[in-house]
């Protein structure tokens, strides 16, 4: 069935590691984006791509990189230069550009 | 700068009741209005979309509203059910998408 997904859904590193989130999508939607969400605070945009090989600077993206070589896929990399890592970072994807976003499930990072 | 501010912060109500949620927003230009509802862990999921000739839409016990003259959106959710205890996000699109911070809502047997 369609949807949107991410793996893994529980991640746990090490301080200074980096750490690639894992998010798919075959809804053929064109745009696809990463949010961060942390306790109490709204989603903030990291990272997002509205076509393959293209992608933009959300509000948050230091410390984080992104790619877009498949239309199915945009993982996220959380590097050691982000300062404050663990948080819920959720996925999403959009059709046309009136249309809803589709949310993964979520992963919950936890850097030790 | 484009902003959704939605309130209350956090809200509990007993099983049953009835609550309104708020929504203020200040994008432009504008074209919709989204309400979204998130699981706690979980990813949020869409309950309603309004227009911008739309004042009121219904999905099953939640009523959203729209005034786009005072740019006001409410959420009423009728018969409260403990299913109902999530974050309901006010999402309204530019160039990006501008999300609101969300309603806390607890309901209590």
Not at chain 2, 20 to 37: A, D, E, G, I
Not at chain 2, 73 to 85: F, G, R
Request: with cysteine; glycine share 8%; net charge neutral.
């Amino acid at each position: 069935d369609g949807g949107i997904t991410q793996s893994p859904k529980y991640l746990f590193r090490k301080e200074g590691q980096n750490v690639t989130l894992s998010c798919e999508q075959n809804l053929n939607h064109d745009a696809m984006y990463w949010y961060r969400q942390d306790p109490g605070q709204g989603l903030r945009l990291i990272y997002y791509s509205q076509i393959v090989n293209d992608f933009q600077k959300g509000d948050i993206a230091e410390g984080y990189s992104v790619s877009r070589e498949k239309k199915e896929s945009f993982p996220l990399t959380v590097t050691s230069a982000q300062k404050n890592p663990t948080a819920f970072y959720l996925c999403a994807s959009k059709g046309a550009p009136a249309d809803e976003q589709f949310f993964g499930p979520g992963t919950r990072l936890t850097v030790l | 700068k484009n902003q959704v501010e939605q309130s209350p912060q956090s809200l509990i109500i007993l099983e049953g009741k009835n609550c309104t949620l708020q929504c203020n927003y200040t994008v432009s230009p504008f074209s919709n209005l989204r309400w979204y509802k998130q699981d706690t862990g979980r990813g949020p999921v869409s309950l309603t979309i309004m227009t911008f000739s739309e004042n009121t839409k219904s999905n099953g016990r939640y009523t959203a509203t729209l005034d786009a003259d005072t740019k006001q959106s409410s959420l009423h959710i009728t018969a409260s059910q403990l299913s109902d205890s999530a974050s309901y996000i006010c999402v309204a699109p530019d160039d990006k998408i501008i999300f609101g911070k969300g309603t806390r809502l607890h309901i209590l047997p």
